[in-house]
């Protein structure tokens, strides 16, 4: 296991600062898009309360398979430390591992996409079966992240798309050829007439 992509010391109130690090897939930095490295889809994997040698295990695993890893404490940081960290770092939402995963779950679940003690030793058994667990619970998610990573490790950036038919507009700046197609629909529907009353008003919607 290499070095850390990113490395963080956390000040959790009425307990000890915690060490965090991050470890992202080939080609993902700490930038905007990955703020400390962190890819959005696939989604993370945090490691509550893994020790360094089952962190030496399954990191290497869950980057091969795209995902940023984040590790917390090398010793039991305890469920609000974990949750501190994760917010720290801007994680919204990850797969979590380790002696914390099922409380961490429990607390917040709307954060938690899946929860994996793991058994006392990381074997090579145990991390295949924790990536099939981690694949069997990955989201679908409803719009495309900044930055991705496919099941080979290539990263691919998507480039914010604007549309066209953005309003308001001003008669010296008339809308684009695909926005008055759009608004220019026969009001046969009730999204149609609603872009018939935009356009009335001087607004075009947002196709």
Known sequence: MGAPTCE?????????????????????VDEPGT??????EPAPVVLAGVSGQDAGELVPALLDSGRSVVTVGGEVPGAAGALEAMSRLGVTQAHLAGPLAGTIAQKVPARALSAA?????????????LLAHIRAHEPRRRHNPLVSVDAAGRTSRRVP???????PWLPTS???RQCMATCSTPATSPAARRAAGAVASGRCPTT
Do not use: M
Request: proline content about 16%; charged content about 15%.
């Open 161 to 167: 798309r604007t549309s066209s038919c953005a309003g």
């Open 35 to 40: 703020p400390f490295g962190v890819t959005y």
């Open 8 to 28: 963080e010391t956390i000040d959790v109130p009425g307990a000890a600062p915690l060490a965090v690090a991050v470890w992202a897939p080939e080609g993902v």
């Open 174 to 176: 008339p809308p684009s």
């Open 117 to 129: 003690p793991l058994p006392e030793r990381a074997t090579a058994n145990a991390v295949a079966e």
